[in-house]
């Protein structure tokens, strides 16, 4: 599918500077989707991409995953949603941001897996990796509660969600005993977060205060 909705041959379809060719951009494969308008907001222009490869060249996980860091691009280019956001490697990349230093043309290619998760996820789209969605969900909520990595919580989280209760346990004493896993959480981070938070809150009401009185005037 992928193959047959390739429609790089070799030609000048963009420029570095100015992205897509606007007559390019009117074939029936190029579509202004969801991900691509998100992308752009983010300053991620997908266009200025020409299949150098060098980002899927760099990837560590390149060979495990079932579309290259440069296939996701080219297909998030010809605006073949499903297929980028049903892919494992968008859940398979580790956002170690390895193929978006090797770009020549500064296409962001990390940030683009991160989008991409984060619309699947809104559009409630199976992840092919459960476990790493669940690794997901249980890192932002310790980080939501904890403002750092609560390791214990992390981890039985982890265990509860993927019902994988024995993996990697022959690893925690040796962790515990050098003092690398703490069983109660730090208070420092939580109370530190709580302050944050509330702080966040004010600034969000001053904001929408001073918006309010500028209509008002
Ligand atoms: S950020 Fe993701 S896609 Fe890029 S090199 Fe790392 S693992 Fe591969
Ligand atoms: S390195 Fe950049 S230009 Fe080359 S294929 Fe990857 S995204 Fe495209």
Not at 35 to 59: H, M, P, T, W, Y
Not at 104 to 121: C, M, N, Y
């Amino acid at each position: 599918m992928f193959s047959e909705c390739c429609l790089w041959k070799g030609r000048p379809m963009f420029s570095a500077s100015e992205g897509l060719n606007p007559v390019v951009s009117l074939m029936p494969g190029f579509r202004n989707t969801e991900s691509r308008r998100l992308l752009l907001e983010k300053g991620i222009n997908v266009d200025l991409c020409f299949q150098c490869r060098k980002c899927a060249s760099g990837c560590w996980a390149s060979d495990l995953m079932d579309l290259n860091p440069t296939q996701i691009v080219h297909a998030v280019r010809l605006g073949l949603d499903d297929l980028a956001l049903g892919s494992k490697s968008i859940w398979l990349c580790t956002k170690c941001a390895t193929c978006t230093a090797r770009c020549p043309q500064g296409v962001d290619i990390a940030k683009v897996s991160f989008v991409l998760r984060s619309l699947a996820h809104r559009r409630g789209i199976p992840s092919k990796l459960p476990s790493v969605t669940a690794f997901d969900r249980a890192f932002a909520r310790n980080m939501t509660i904890f403002g750092r990595v609560y390791e214990f919580g992390l981890i039985n989280q982890l265990r509860m969600a993927t019902r994988n209760f024995r993996q990697d346990s022959e690893l925690a004493m040796p962790m515990i005993f050098k003092g690398k896993i703490k069983f109660l959480p730090s208070l420092a981070g939580f109370f530190g977060m709580r302050r944050l938070k509330s702080r966040a809150k004010a600034c969000g009401k001053a904001g929408e205060r001073q918006a309010k009185e500028g209509l008002d005037s």
